[in-house]
């Protein structure tokens, strides 16, 4: 069957098997392996990416379900050759010991500060709830979080 | 882990998922948030032949208050009535579920019609449907019926629904006086399963004594289960503390928790109990309020 995902910006349209789930058309067809795939079982959140700027688990989606839609991943971050406010935080911070978590924990971030620029850390804490660090790193993932929203808001001031 | 092949179908109107539905039947299985069926999928206990992707259909997302209901379309996702100030004002058992369900990202994709439909025995909106005295709206091709909550479930992933049949809408009773409702649940971590839920709906009467009290339990049994000695207790008494904690007592008779990874069943029973009157309590400060 055909689609197009407009994936990071570009609208791809492939044949894919219906029971072909997003993060593989993400990894195996459009070699995108910053998506990582974890549990493989809805729980760990490692597949995460951007559904029209929501959050979701890529590996409990099929890519026949994303059709006509935009799909934001990791590599989607990065702006003209420039690391993304939250991967300079995540690494100002050392957000990340092992990294498999990483790109989930920054697109969750991504979707909170949109919606909510200066969250607490509470907030935070909710907001990755569903996403695990099997390194335990939670203190810093908050920590990068917020200074990403900072230095958002900073640049929206100062712009 | 893939899922099985199968012949995908995603219509865009509501007769026409129909019309797959009823020429398939059991061959059938429709797709909602895909946040149960996907991970069944995957790991093969589910390999129908036609997957019938019900997201592209409109107008089965909608929450809107008419005729004394408040009427909420199958498709509507957990998130989205977890921010309704509608499903807040008129269902707070509703609102004080939906956010605990799961977690953030599953929230965003799994669907009220898909839970229910699916009918986890540890799935939390069954639950709140009971307590609130809800109707299901199942649509088949040959036209519409509404089951009471009460009589949806039937057992482990069993429900009144025929293979032809979707789940299109549920419709909540609003209170007509005073009224609270609140959801508890008792969790390991955020995405586990409940190990104990209940949900609690409370009206009172003009004279602030209980009209109608709703009660429905999570993970202690085959099905969501309403705890019927403790809601008929209650109707018509006074909301006293020790009306809520007989309430309490009777509930946690009543139920039939299985001891499981999650704690024994003398432990669950025990949650029930406190659950419920806390619950009472709960539902009788909003209803105070309100």
Request: one cysteine or more.
């Amino acid at each position: 069957m055909e689609i197009t995902v407009t994936v990071n910006g570009t609208a791809e349209t492939r044949d894919v098997e219906p029971r072909l789930l997003l993060v593989h058309f993400l990894r195996d067809v459009l070699g995108l392996t910053g998506t990582h795939v974890g549990c493989d079982t809805t729980g760990c959140g490692a597949c995460t990416v951007l559904l029209d700027g929501a959050p979701i688990k890529s590996c409990t989606l099929l890519a026949v379900q994303a059709d006509g839609r935009a799909v934001t991943t990791v590599e989607g971050l990065i702006e003209n050759g420039q690391l993304h406010p939250i991967q300079e935080a995540f690494k100002e911070e050392h957000g990340l010991q092992c990294g498999f978590c990483t790109p989930g924990m920054m697109l969750v971030a991504k979707a909170l500060i949109e919606s909510n620029p200066d969250p607490s850390e509470e907030e935070v804490r909710w907001a990755i709830s569903g996403n695990v660090c099997r390194c335990t790193g939670y203190t810093n993932i908050v920590k990068a979080c917020r200074r990403a929203a900072a230095q958002i808001r900073q640049a929206e001031v100062a712009s | 882990m893939y899922p099985p092949p199968f012949d995908y179908q995603a219509p865009d109107s509501l007769e026409e998922a129909l019309a797959i539905l009823a020429e398939h039947g059991y061959e059938a299985k429709a797709l909602a948030g895909g946040q149960s069926l996907i991970p069944l999928l995957k790991l093969r206990f589910a390999a129908p032949a036609v997957l019938v992707d019900l997201g592209r259909i409109p107008g089965l997302d909608g929450v809107e208050a008419a005729d004394g209901e408040l009427r909420i379309g199958a498709l509507a996702r957990h998130n989205q009535l977890a921010a309704s100030p509608l499903v807040a004002e008129r269902c707070p058992a509703a609102s004080a579920a939906a956010p605990q369900i799961a977690d953030p990202l599953v929230r965003n994709l799994g669907t009220l019609g898909g839970s229910l439909a699916h009918a986890d025995p540890a799935g939390d909106w069954g639950s709140v449907m009971i307590a609130c005295g809800a109707q299901l709206v199942l649509a088949s091709a040959g036209g519409r019926r509404t089951v009471p909550a009460t009589e949806f479930f039937r057992g482990v992933f069993d429900t009144a629904l025929e293979p032809t049949e979707l789940l299109t809408e549920v419709r909540i009773p609003s209170p007509r006086g005073p009224a609270g409702g609140t959801y508890l649940k008792l969790e390991r971590k955020v995405g586990d399963f409940a190990t104990v839920g209940v949900a609690v709906s409370l009206e009172l009467d003009g004279a602030g004594r209980i009209a109608r009290a709703g009660i429905g339990l999570t993970a202690v049994g085959p099905q969501n289960l309403r705890a019927a000695a403790a809601e008929e207790a209650l109707a018509g008494a006074e909301p006293t503390a020790e009306a809520f904690a007989e309430a309490g007592r009777l509930a946690a008779g009543g139920c039939e928790p299985a001891s499981d990874v999650r704690g024994s069943a003398e432990y669950k029973r025990h949650v029930v109990e406190v659950y419920v009157r806390r619950g009472l309590a709960r539902a009788l400060e909003i209803a105070r309020r309100s």
